[in-house]
């Protein structure tokens, strides 16, 4: 019998945090990150922290915290460390010679992840893209993240300056490439939401796992890939809904997340075109999950950045099912509590929705509504 299954990556966490960072803040932090880590099939053995000021410059842990995760490294014989910052190419070079193990830190684990679960041609180009000015100044002696595009396998501990000269020709190339292949397919996607013009587009959007496609799947009628995962979006997906005689558009977007790479959203600026032109945005929050205040706020800075945070905005706190907890409005713009498993508050939410594209629809065709009943 020969064993052709992948086996699952063993790994370890790692994260600094400030002496003013609060327990529960360091804990939920490295639960999202092994949550991630899973996503990408590493099974964490272990979880280290430690409270700096300021990440060490030249190896990001203190020098005692590095001499025991190398001695974690080589007792459980981990295959990837994984860090919940982002690395300096000095600070991911000095890691690799000392651990002598894959290194991920967050950004490249988050686009890792969107390289998985992209599907369309755009959203592939677009990871591909951010991925590859990512590793640009990151090649190491030990690098081991090409392995994909280069057809190899393992760790290259013996490549020397020209191999990584080479490697970096290629990325060049490469993503010059895809930047010409990016907008070709950008001036097809413009050509399409042209095409739609006219009618109101309503976007959700919100942190990962918030539970945005399986209100899609609700709204919409249709099987949308849902699961409980993070990411499980990376494509935009857009359908006509027909609320009491009044058409809209609605697209489900890719997930938000605290430190979302920059290049990332560089790069899914043309996806997020779907967010940037809606008319109104239904923000879905996991009301459940203890740090949804912070997932609000990373949300509407993320809005903020691609300048959709002018946007008539609903606040849709799902999964209240999974909570007790009482759910506070913060009395800013309009909000909604429902359960899109179960369904509860979908009727009333189907009915603000309608009110609030039905005030759009009238601004659009203000004589087609005065000779409709609603």
Known sequence: ??????????????????????????????????????????????????????????????????????????????????????????????????????????SLLILDIFLKRAKTAQAKTQVELARYQYLLPRLTRMWTHLERQRGGTGTRGGAGEKEIETDRRIIRDQINVLKKKLEKIEKQSNTQRKSRSGIVRVALVGYTNAGKSTLMNLLSKEKIYAKDELFATVDSTVRKVVLNHIPFLLSDTVGFIRKLPHSLIESFKSTLAEVMEADILLHVIDASNPSHDDHIKVVDETLAEIGANDITTVKVFNKIDKTDQPVPNNGKGLSIQISAKSGQGIPELKELLFQEVKKVHMKIYPHFMQHETY
Request: proline share 2%; hydrophobic share 35%.
């Open 1 to 106: 019998m020969i064993e052709t299954a992948k086996k699952n990556e063993r790994g370890i966490l790692v994260a600094v945090g400030s002496k003013s960072e609060s327990e529960e803040r360091m804990e939920e932090m490295m639960d999202e990150l092994e949550f991630l880590s899973q996503t990408l099939q590493i099974d964490i053995l272990g979880k280290i922290t430690q409270r700096l000021e300021h990440p060490d410059t030249k190896t990001f842990v203190g020098k005692g915290k590095l001499e025991e995760i190398n001695s974690i490294c080589k007792m459980d014989k981990i295959d990837v460390v994984v860090f919940d910052d982002d690395l300096t190419p000095s600070q991911l070079r000095n890691l690799e010679r000392e651990l002598k193990v894959k290194i991920y830190d967050r």
